[in-house]
């Protein structure tokens, strides 16, 4: 099913992004030659270390699309959902440290929030830039807090990639930084399964999510990409998703690969 899914992808997503086709073509070319069946099922080529000059582009790849200005953007505030122990491997340390237990660092946290009972700045935990395993990172303008599974859902996420121990962050649309992040491209959504390009010549000015909610798959909730940003501008929440019981609509990944290569080839189609 992998492969029926990225047999779609390689015909629509040049289609809808023509500008970004000859980069796109490359690492396809690229996946080709590592004997790589599909981005999906083997990415971690790609978040290793790599040393050759074409994986490191891949790399560097990431925001490249139309700009994102803050006024743009219909809310205060854009947010970030990610595993806890991402959070820790993708920043710098200052109280929270990669050396210490996993369970002391989610503790000191936990007692923070405790006492807060509101958003905290990151930068009391940690400090440097967040970044992702290719350099950048993806935001919505959608208050995941509110309802943790189904702004998931909503936003492309399945129930495998929602952490028990996942943290929300919060960065301000107002900064007095002009650069909030970019129209995600296909270069930025290659190594994932649940993706849908930004038609060119629609130019809504942000990217759109697959919902998972319901079958069939429709779009979903708005989304941009981000290159590294200071910890200092984000604030941090703690958000349960251990209790799925408010929210019953499952949304497995390999229950929904059928579903995700119809939507896919309806695009191409249309």
């Known amino acids: 099913m992998f492969e029926r899914i990225y047999a779609a992808r390689l015909k629509v997503d040049p289609r809808r992004q023509p500008p970004h086709a000859t980069s796109y073509d490359a690492i396809r070319e690229l996946y080709a030659s590592k004997h790589l069946r599909t981005p999906y099922e083997q990415p971690s080529y790609f978040v290793a270390p790599a040393d050759d000059a074409d994986a490191k582009a891949f790399f560097q790849s990431g925001c490249s699309g139309t700009t994102i200005l803050g006024s743009a953007i ?23 440290r990669l050396s210490d237990s996993l369970d002391s660092n989610w503790s000191k946290l936990v007692l923070a929030q405790a006492t807060q009972r509101d958003w905290m700045p990151l930068s009391w ?48 649309t107002l900064s007095t930084r002009k650069l909030d992040g970019f129209v995600p491209t296909i270069l930025d959504g290659f190594d994932n399964v649940v993706f849908c390009a930004t038609t060119t010549e629609s130019d809504p000015g942000i990217g759109r999510a697959i919902s998972l909610e319901a079958i069939p798959l429709s779009l979903g909730e708005r989304e941009l990409v981000s290159p590294p940003v200071p910890v200092s501008e984000i604030s941090i929440y703690l958000a349960s998703s251990s209790d799925h019981s408010a929210h019953p609509h499952r949304a497995d990944l390999l229950s929904l690969l059928p579903h995700l290569a119809l939507f896919y080839e309806s695009l191409d189609c249309a």
């Open 125 to 172: 935990f940690l400090d440097g830039n967040l970044t992702g395993p290719r350099g950048f990172t993806w935001w919505t303008p959608v208050d995941i807090t509110l309802d943790v599974f189904a702004s998931c859902h909503a936003l492309g996420m399945p129930d495998d990639s929602i952490a028990e121990r996942a943290v929300v962050l919060r960065r301000s």
């Open 74 to 96: 219909p809310s205060p505030y854009v947010y970030r959902i990610m595993p806890f122990p991402n959070l820790l491997r993708y920043t710098s340390p200052r109280v929270l």
